[in-house]
């Protein structure tokens, strides 16, 4: 029913930037009624799936996980269905496989996810 597809990640070196994106498509989307927010999770190795950025659909609300406040920045245009992630500041803790996600509510439960997508931070 939806499709998320994100951008391919990439290798950076600690304090560069990189910036994600990922396209929704699918026939839900096109139900006003639904109030859609969009989110970035992030999974390490060995660790569980985090939260690090949501936003509504209208782009008035945003959310962001502590250890990245100040350094990333969720932005989206909803004439391409596509929200970005802006990553600035990248450190070497922030290597992970990003996931962009569908969810009703900011932060989740999530309703759908993307395939993920290798950001690689080296020092």
């Known amino acids: 029913q939806v499709q998320l597809v994100e951008s391919e990640g990439g290798l950076v070196q600690a304090g560069g930037s990189l910036r994600l994106s990922c396209a929704a498509s699918?026939?839900?989307?096109?139900?006003?009624?639904?109030?859609?927010?969009m989110n970035w999770f992030r999974q390490a190795p060995g660790k569980e799936r985090q939260f690090v950025a949501g936003?509504?659909?209208?782009?008035?609300?945003?959310s962001y996980a502590d250890s990245v406040k100040g350094r990333f920045t969720i932005f989206r245009d909803n004439g391409k269905n596509t929200v970005y992630l802006q990553m600035n500041s990248l450190k070497p803790e922030d290597t992970a496989v990003y996931y962009c996600?569908?969810?009703?509510?900011?932060?989740?439960?999530?309703?759908?996810w993307g395939q993920g997508t290798q950001v690689t931070v080296s020092s």
């Open positions: 699918g026939r839900t989307l096109s139900n006003n009624a639904m109030n859609w927010f």
């Open positions: 996600a569908l969810s009703t509510v900011i932060r989740g439960p999530v309703n759908y």
């Open positions: 936003i509504s659909r209208s782009g008035s609300v945003t």
